[in-house]
């Protein structure tokens, strides 16, 4: 019996996929890759300690936490270009 091809999953879908589930919870509220999440006041800055785990998880990339500034978390889009630039295979 053959199984399906894996089909990776956009790390720009999971990371805003968890960011609604787990971090905004409230209904209603949608996110993409270009909303201000901490600029807008719909997460704070406790939550992107978590968002940032994750973001390694999803990436598959060891981020230094020290370079990291505020502003590099503010979307997805910015979230995902900081770890492509700052990020070192996980070992």
């Known amino acids: 019996m053959a199984t399906a091809p894996t089909v990776p999953i956009d790390p720009s879908k999971q990371l805003i996929d968890y960011i609604q589930r787990k971090v905004i919870r409230r209904a209603g509220v949608e996110i993409n890759d270009d909303t201000p999440l901490v600029s807008s006041g719909l997460i704070d800055s406790f939550a992107l300690i978590e968002i940032f785990l994750e973001l390694q998880k999803v990436t598959g990339l060891k981020i230094p936490a020290a370079k990291v500034r505020a502003q590099d978390m503010d979307t997805v889009r910015l979230m ?12």
Do not use: D, F, S, V
Request: no cysteine; charged share 35%.
């Open 80 to 91: 995902l270009t900081m770890a492509e630039r700052m990020g070192k295979p996980k070992q």
